[in-house]
Nanobody, 125 residues
Framework: QVHLVESGGGSVQAGGSLRLSCTVSGYTDSSGCMGWFRQAPGKGREGVANIYIGGNITYYVNSVKGRFTVSQDNAENTVYLQMNSLKPEDTAMYYC??????????????????WGQGIQVTVSS
């Protein structure tokens, strides 16, 4: 059985930093995608950042470019999201995803098979 366990969320003031971690058990992927999504109250789920492990290629949504960094540790089967210069609009439930596929034609990750339960990030102004 596959489990994704997120940690590192919490409350922080604007301009602060948080580091999210997601450790995967029951599944190992050395060539697919892992990533982070978020959902704010009243909004749809948004892809924040992901990493194509096989090519070490990262993607970020425009609103977090230059502030967030996604990374992955194969040995620990863990994906991280370092979030700096946090803004109130970053407030959301953040979800880890694993088992994603890489599209060679579009150079994007898609079709994630496994999801975490979510972890809250709250940024106050």
């Amino acid at each position: 059985q596959v489990h994704l366990v997120e940690s590192g969320g919490g409350s922080v003031q604007a301009g602060g930093s948080l580091r999210l971690s997601c450790t995967v058990s029951g599944y190992t992927d050395s060539s697919g995608c892992m990533g982070w999504f978020r959902q704010a109250p009243g909004k749809g789920r948004e892809g924040v950042a992901n990493i194509y492990i096989g090519g070490n290629i990262t993607y970020y949504v425009n609103s977090v470019k230059g502030r967030f960094t996604v990374s992955q540790d194969n040995a620990e089967n863990t994906v991280y999201l370092q979030m700096n210069s946090l803004k109130p609009e970053d407030t959301a439930m953040y979800y880890c995803a694993a088992g994603g596929r890489w599209s060679l034609s579009n150079n994007v990750c898609f079709d994630y098979g496994y999801w975490g339960q979510g972890i809250q990030v709250t940024v106050s102004s």
